[in-house]
């Protein structure tokens, strides 16, 4: 019988327990690791295994948790001979019983980007290489899993590879959230989005602390659940687990209403808490547990249920706005984040990406900034993008369940992006147009949406992740539009029972006040049902107009969001507070807002350059003098440097106005370099030679030496400086500089280097820096300003 | 898990340049802030395991080797203060640098007072013993690259979601390894400080004529 079978036929399925535990009760002696036991000790690997068959596992996992490359380094074997091994020893020992081998894969054992340093695809590598050596087995299980990113890797590696069924269990801690902060619930509709068989709990906790997070579980998936807890907690002396077999078996039981169906033991189980399990389950039947939950979408941490509206931040999108194509084009990550993190604090719930631009790789820049903004806010994402290769792009490197935006009615569209969303597991906004253009009437734009879901529910898709956008059009236009789209949107929801979406600001184009149209229409269309406003939630008409309406409706109980959104909310600042210091202290002093008030006051009287040159460079000198000289602390610089950059935005802003000479006094790349994740250090020389008036290309930590290099060239720069914490990453260092001296594009015609590169880091001295061929040593931001003044003025 | 109530200030100061005058009331607010926030959002963890001398596996380089002599036993460790932190620091550094600076000093010394509570654990265990200092990879000739062997004989990511990437830098930063050796017999003051850092030549307390602590 295969696993698919066996999960259908049967009430319960039983897994086995520990295979450590089984070692080193044995006493059994490995040179490496415990997977070698595999080849040096086949028949007693098969004696554990046979134990847990006898005891009642109908599945055995092989010993092979920890049989990756990276692991198995030195090890003196390969991937295919020690999963080999272990598959078929888990398979001799089941021959004849009925009994399935699933093939055991645990983490790769690096923390994959942004906490660690290990790719996505590299993560990918390491499990296929283990997938197609346990091509074997009967099921694929990924376990002990505490990163959903690297559970996704696993995953798609299992299923690009591979045909066999595969389930996935992760570990939590006690508060509910596994050591890198995913929770249970992510981890549920992230897992069933990918199309798993099962998903689950197994190592760290009791079974008796696991009500909790089984319940968050169930709430969210329909999916049956697996509980494979540890024997309690060992004691630190004689290393004996807490809780006996049978109360391991009835800590089960007591688990049994929340959907389990497939239960086994991990650390400190042995063969007796199988056979207590098996007993404690006769005459017993599964409980099915359907999900309650809504559709939902997440990040890792932050699962987001569409039980109501929901805000869909829109500004990360460069349509129609300069500064942020200028950021796209400068790889301004910074710019990206900065838009996340504002939308976020402004009451965004779910940020819609988009960073469609001619002039860049849209693939390349889809995949840096769904990295970026996740390594640095929870908020779920939504792809958007019309290319199917961008959205699958960064369906593929987005950690959590992502809304794809969008499909429409159209053929091509329709055949394109709904498999990639089906593959990914995400939810679709789908738009009410096709060939012909949009549909004048309701009527019209609910036959598309009809399609739309028809399409999305054949390919397995269910209906409830497929958002309705019935499109806003320009009422200043057409008057009746707004009446055809509020009735199209009624009908979505109430009759196909789908979610809606909606762009907001589209409708008052043309006309005075739009702010005022915009939320009469958001409330208008809340009324009917929209549950996904994609609009700026830093109007704060517009998230106020949601927020209420949520009160209103009773959504937000005893209006508690409402509450904490309004209720110690600051006064606005003064925007156009009046200067009351001159800009010379309010940089000394680190005060921004004074800082800019007095720049745009003496802006009036007072030339630009004279400006930069007699006020704000020789503040800076003063600071940073006082810096060297142990007078303030490093943040009173920072801070200091930070209102000097604020002087010169609006000496920017001035001078571009008047159409005046450009600031910039030329650009440089700053990088910590690969390997490295540190970067605090290299973010404070960015600050300064910022405000200096250097243009700094940031192209972030741990980064390739062939990026540096292609920046370079692509941007023609001069200048690079590359920053390096650990003795071990200085070699990568040494690398980026030999890459840079042999570019041809980056050397004069007589062979000479044209880009100068000045390096720094704690473990740098003035020697190697020269031994690796750099140009300059610095030693800290204030002499990386001193070298970019030597080098371009 | 441990919970750290109050962090040691003038450490993190020194951190943050060590300016020769007091703090003002701005930098004092921000000190405050900063504090409290590494404090409820560190989740500190540690772990640690007794090893027998003399242990080929454990001891490389003579300063390692000169560290733990005379002593019979050595306990290796780790702490973290997990994920999280690290997380804030990136985040933090986005929108205001300088409170980042701030926070990042305070988790250095939240990682060594974690470190502290778990070598106060340890020498109860171990009555009668004579303890080393701390001692980590890194310092002096101790090979870097033996993180991973600190790692893998604790089961740290298993155990505590420590891990190292292929540099050799531990994951989450707010991290440590470190040994302590254990003598039946008096322990001579090991030479600590610059003579056996490797720091020495760029150590910015150096140069300062000021001393890390170490």
């Not at chain 1, 630190?236 to 807490?242: D, I, L, V």
């Not at chain 1, 997440?298 to 699962?303: K, N």
């Not at chain 1, 702010?515 to 998230?543: H, K, Q, R, W, Y």
């Not at chain 1, 390096?759 to 931001?781: E, F």
């Amino acid at each position: 019988m295969d696993f698919k079978t066996l999960l259908k036929t049967r009430e319960f399925v039983l897994l086995d327990g520990a295979m450590g535990t089984m070692i080193q009760k044995s006493g059994a002696k490995y040179d490496h690791s415990p997977e070698t036991l595999n080849i040096t000790e086949p028949k007693l690997i098969q004696s554990f295994h046979k134990a847990y068959i006898e005891a009642g596992a109908d599945v055995v996992y092989s010993n092979t948790f920890g049989a990756n490359s990276y692991k198995l380094e030195n090890s003196g074997y390969t991937v295919e001979e020690i999963v080999g091994a272990g598959v078929q020893n888990a398979k001799t020992a089941a021959q004849g019983t009925g009994a399935l081998v699933a093939l055991d894969i645990g983490p790769v054992g690096m923390l994959l980007e942004p906490a660690g340093s290990l790719s996505f695809d590299e993560a990918y590598e390491y499990f296929k290489e283990q997938v197609i050596a346990g091509k074997d087995a009967d099921l694929i299980v990924f376990e002990t899993m505490t990163d959903l990113y690297e559970l996704k890797a696993a995953v798609l590696a299992a299923k690009e590879n591979s045909d066999l069924p595969v389930i996935a269990t992760m570990t939590f801690e006690k508060n509910g959230r596994t050591f890198t902060g995913v929770s249970p619930a992510s981890a549920a509709v992230t897992l069933e989005g990918l199309g798993v068989e099962a998903v689950g709990v197994n190592c760290s906790l009791g079974p008796d602390e696991l009500e909790p997070i089984v319940a968050e579980m169930t709430r969210c998936t329909d999916l049956p659940l697996i509980v494979k807890a540890n024997a309690g907690l060992p004691d630190p002396n004689s290393n004996e687990y807490s809780i006996m077999p049978d109360k391991f078996a009835s800590c089960l039981e007591n688990l049994l209403p929340y959907g389990v169906k497939i239960m086994g033991g991990c650390c400190g189980t042995t063969p007796d808490y199988i056979a207590q399990i098996k007993s404690m389950l006769v005459g017993k039947s599964f409980i099915s547990c359907p999900r309650t939950a809504d559709t939902t979408v997440c990040s890792p941490s932050t699962a987001v249920e569409i039980n109501g509206p929901r805000i869909i931040g829109e500004r990360i999108n460069p349509t129609g706005k300069k500064q942020f194509q200028k950021a796209l084009a400068d790889h301004n990550i910074d710019y990206i984040l900065t838009q996340a993190l504002q939308q976020v604090s402004g009451g965004a719930e779910i940020l819609d990406v988009n960073v469609g631009h001619p002039e860049i790789d849209e693939k390349a820049m889809m995949t840096a900034a769904v990295k970026a903004i996740q390594s640095v806010c929870d908020a779920p994402l939504q792809i958007d993008s019309t290319k199917p290769d961008v959205l699958a792009q960064g369906l593929r490197c987005y950690n959590g369940k992502p809304i794809v935006n969008s499909v429409n009615g159209e053929e091509k569209s329709l055949s394109s992006v709904l498999p990639l969303v089906k593959k990914y597991g995400a939810s679709v906004v789908g738009l009410t147009l096709d060939e012909n253009g949009i549909p004048k009437t309701a009527e019209g734009r609910f036959e598309i949406a009809e399609r739309i879901v028809s399409r999305a529910e054949a390919l397995g898709i269910d209906r409830r992740d497929v958002y309705i956008d019935c499109l806003t059009l320009t009422v200043s236009a057409e008057q009746d539009a707004c009446r055809q789209t509020l009735e199209a949107l009624h009908r979505v929801k109430t009759e196909l029972g789908c979610k809606t979406c909606l762009g907001v600001s589209n409708i008052s184009f043309g006309l005075p006040n739009r702010e005022l149209v915009n939320s009469t229409f958001l409330t208008m269309a809340l009324e009917e049902g929209l549950d996904l406003p994609i609009m700026n939630p830093n109007v704060a008409s517009m998230t106020g107009a949601v927020r209420a309406f949520r009160v209103l409706r009773g959504i937000d109980k005893n209006s508690a969001e409402f509450i904490s959104a309004y209720n110690d909310a600051a006064p606005a600042p003064k925007t156009d507070s009046k200067a009351e210091v001159d800009i010379f202290s309010a940089v000394c002093s680190g005060l921004k807002n004074e800082g800019a008030a007095a720049t745009k006051e003496m802006l009036k009287t007072t030339d630009p350059m004279t400006i930069v040159n007699e006020m704000l460079i020789p503040a800076l000198d003063k600071v940073g003098d006082d810096f060297e000289k142990s007078k303030i602390f490093l943040p009173q610089l920072i801070q200091s440097a930070n209102t000097a950059q604020e002087c010169f935005e609006v000496i920017k802003a001035h001078l571009s106005k008047s159409g005046g000479e450009n600031v910039s006094k030329g650009k440089i790349i700053l990088a910590t370099v690969k390997g490295d994740i540190h970067d605090i250090g290299k973010n404070i020389v960015k600050v300064l030679l910022d405000n200096y008036g250097y243009t700094v290309v940031d192209l972030g930590r741990d980064v390739d030496p062939q990026l540096i290099v292609d920046t370079a060239v692509k941007q023609d720069i001069k200048m690079i400086g590359l920053s390096a914490l650990m003795t071990t990453t200085l070699k990568s260092m040494e690398e980026t500089i030999q890459l840079v001296r042999a570019t041809k594009e980056l050397q004069n015609p007589d062979g000479s280097s044209k880009c100068v590169v000045f390096v720094g880091g704690a473990v740098l001295t003035k020697d190697y820096a020269m031994k690796i061929g750099a140009d300059y040593y610095c030693r800290d931001a204030k002499e990386s300003v001193d070298t970019a003044k030597k080098v371009l003025g | 898990m441990i919970s750290l109530e109050k962090l040691n200030r003038s450490e993190a100061l020194r951190y943050l340049g060590g300016a020769k005058t007091a703090p003002d009331e701005k930098m004092l607010a921000l000190l405050d802030d900063c504090e409290e926030q590494i404090i409820s959002r560190a989740r500190p963890k540690y772990l640690y395991r007794e090893l027998e001398l003399p242990n080929d596996e454990l001891v490389s380089g003579k300063d390692i080797a000169r560290h733990l002599e005379g002593c019979t036993k050595a306990v290796i460790m780790c702490a973290t203060l997990g994920t999280d932190i690290d997380k804030l620091i990136r985040v933090t550094q986005i929108s205001d640098l300088a409170r980042a600076v701030v926070l990042d000093s305070f988790a250095s010394v939240a990682i060594e007072q974690v470190c502290d509570r778990a070598e106060q654990e340890i020498s109860r265990l171990y009555p009668g013993y004579h303890m080393t200092f701390r001692f980590s990879p890194g310092y002096g000739d101790y090979p870097i690259q033996m993180q991973k062997y600190y790692i893998n004989e604790l089961d740290a990511q298993r155990k505590i979601g420590l891990s190292t990437n292929e540099s050799y830098i531990l994951v989450p930063a707010k991290s440590v390894t470190a040994v302590i050796g254990l003598s039946p017999e008096p322990i001579e003051p090991k030479k600590r400080g610059c003579a056996v850092c490797n720091m020495r030549a760029t150590c910015q307390y150096r140069s300062r004529g000021e001393h890390c602590g170490f």
